[in-house]
């Protein structure tokens, strides 16, 4: 099962191969992308913590489930970081 810090590595890694001006990133994809999802033992809460953290002033969530923790959120983050 993914770990917060496999979360976090794989977001970094999105961060640095980033280029614009922003980035947005969708839970469903990055969870996607760590492995375990979709799966009866995802972490999908552990992913949405993680990118919740990692938010900075001007970033901004562009899409959440009711419960603010599902495959659906997308965060907008605002780059150089």
Do not use: F, T, W
């Given at each position: 099962m993914p770990t917060a810090q496999d979360f976090q590595i794989a977001l970094k890694e999105l961060f640095r191969n980033a280029?614009?001006?922003?980035?947005?990133?969708?839970?469903?994809?990055?969870?996607?992308?760590?492995?375990?999802?979709?799966?009866?033992?995802?972490?999908?809460?552990?992913?949405?913590?993680?990118?919740?953290?990692?938010?900075?002033?001007?970033?901004?969530?562009?899409e959440a489930p009711l419960s603010g923790k599902g495959a659906s959120l997308t965060v907008r983050y605002v780059l150089p970081r």
């Open positions: 280029g614009g001006q922003y980035i947005d990133i969708n839970s469903g994809e990055l969870h996607r992308k760590v492995g375990g999802y979709p799966g009866h033992n995802h972490r999908m809460p552990v992913c949405c913590e993680v990118m919740y953290k990692n938010m900075r002033g001007k970033d901004a969530v562009l």
